[in-house]
């Protein structure tokens, strides 16, 4: 029947684009582990205001650092992310981009990893 079919369909589109789907995934985990790690350093504050990270820090707070690493990848997210799901409906070479795609998650994972370690008010995005 039609709907046996289809769900073929869809799980064979799973199975051709399995490492491009892993990436999509490591990348939504990043961005949830970003925002885990800014919840809890925003916690960690003496005095803070749930939802409101205070004016007064800068690049030198760890607290200012984590909340803008997320919100970069929030902004940033669904620029990439629709384009390649877009991409495997529309049937896309699966080795290119698989490789985008993980190309992108890893370096999303490098940025946070700097960010989070080395940028400071003189140095505010490390390059």
Same mark, same amino acid.
């Given at each position: 029947s039609?709907?046996?079919?289809?769900?073929k369909?869809?799980?064979?589109?799973?199975?051709? +684009?399995?490492?491009?789907? !892993?990436?999509?995934l490591?990348i939504?985990?990043t961005v949830?582990?970003?925002?885990?790690? !800014? !919840?809890?350093a925003?916690?960690?504050q003496?005095? +803070?205001?749930?939802?409101?990270? &205070?004016e007064?820090?800068?690049?030198?707070?760890? *607290?200012?650092?984590?909340?803008?690493?997320f919100?970069?990848?929030?902004e940033?997210?669904?620029?990439?992310?629709?384009?390649a799901?877009?991409?495997?409906?529309?049937?896309?070479?699966?080795?290119?981009l698989? !490789?985008l *795609?993980?190309? +992108?998650?890893?370096?999303?994972?490098?940025h946070?990893?700097?960010? +989070?370690?080395?940028?400071?008010?003189?140095?505010? &995005?490390?390059?």
């Open positions: 039609e709907s046996i079919q289809g769900i369909k869809g799980v064979h589109v799973f199975t051709v +684009y399995t490492y491009s789907i !892993a990436g999509l490591l939504s985990f949830f582990a970003q925002n885990i790690v !800014a !919840a809890i925003h916690r960690k003496s005095r +803070y205001i749930p939802g409101k990270v &205070s007064e820090l800068s690049h030198d707070s760890f *607290v200012f650092r984590s909340h803008r690493t919100h970069n990848s929030l940033n997210i669904h620029q990439f992310t629709l384009p799901l877009l991409c495997i409906f529309l049937g896309a070479s699966t080795s290119i698989a !490789a *795609v993980w190309i +992108y998650a890893l370096s999303r994972i490098i946070m990893g700097l960010y +989070y370690a080395i940028a400071t008010e003189k140095n505010p &995005s490390p390059r």
